[in-house]
């Protein structure tokens, strides 16, 4: 079956990095678009980033730009979540997901097929 597995996760100072990664099985990893969302307590989950299946095309929510990127391996079956200048409203658990259409970088939920468990972010002020 299809398994999403993201790592890297942690604490991290006000300002810091971390870089995620999801790692994925049971699908055709080349031919699928990646997302990042992110889910704070109480509130709703919300796209962070997204890639098409040949990583040509990325989109960012307007928070991220500027800090976050977005690669992918397809020979590693792995997307990534750089994520650079991290602030404390970003404490959040993060969640990797897989959408069929290969094309799409949107940040409609209900595009995508596939979610992992998620990583938790928590950044310390």
């Known amino acids: 079956q299809v398994q999403l597995v993201e790592s890297g996760g942690g604490l991290v100072q006000d300002g810091g990095s971390l870089r995620l990664s999801c790692t994925a099985s049971?699908?055709?990893?080349?031919?699928?678009?990646m997302g990042w969302f992110r889910q704070a307590p109480g509130k709703e989950r919300v796209f962070v980033a997204g890639i098409t299946w040949t990583g040509i095309s990325t989109a960012y929510s307007d928070s991220v730009k500027g800090r976050f990127t977005i690669p992918r391996d397809n020979a590693k079956n792995t997307v990534y979540l750089q994520m650079n200048g991290l602030k404390p409203e970003e404490t959040a658990i993060y969640y990797c997901?897989?959408?069929?259409?290969?094309?799409?970088?949107?940040?409609?939920?209900?595009?995508?097929?596939?979610w992992g468990r998620g990583t938790q972010v928590t950044v310390s002020s």
């Open positions: 997901a897989a959408a069929r259409t290969g094309c799409y970088v949107g940040k409609d939920v209900g595009k995508y097929d596939y």
């Open positions: 049971g699908l055709t990893f080349s031919s699928f678009a």
